[in-house]
């Protein structure tokens, strides 16, 4: 397994914050199929060969994902993805 740690300021009010990272489930659901739900303030997500989380605090999203030994050769282009994501999501 190959893990991405991504830690991504945020300077949104908890509701919208959560609301954002909902928009980022929605669309991984659609574009790659990943089901998910929410444990708290942490969405959770998975499908074959990925999983990981969302976490969202006060003042960051960290986001976790662990990729399985097919898509760890793809970890450069995904991590890079995760951070335009957020980046346009959360600033």
Do not use: C
């Not at 659609?30 to 089901?35: K, M, P, R, T, Y």
């Not at 929410?38 to 003042?59: C, I, M, N, T, Y």
């Amino acid at each position: 397994m190959s893990d991405i740690v991504i830690h991504h300021p945020h300077n949104k009010p908890h509701d919208e914050a959560r609301s954002l990272a909902e928009q980022v489930a929605a669309k991984l659901k659609a574009e790659f199929g990943l089901d998910y739900h929410w444990q708290g303030d942490v969405l959770e997500f998975q499908r074959s060969g990925v999983s990981g989380q969302l976490k969202v605090a006060p003042a960051e999203v960290m986001v976790v994902v662990k990729l399985g030994f097919l898509l760890s050769a793809l970890k450069p282009k995904i991590s890079s993805e995760i951070h335009r994501f957020l980046a346009e999501k959360f600033g």
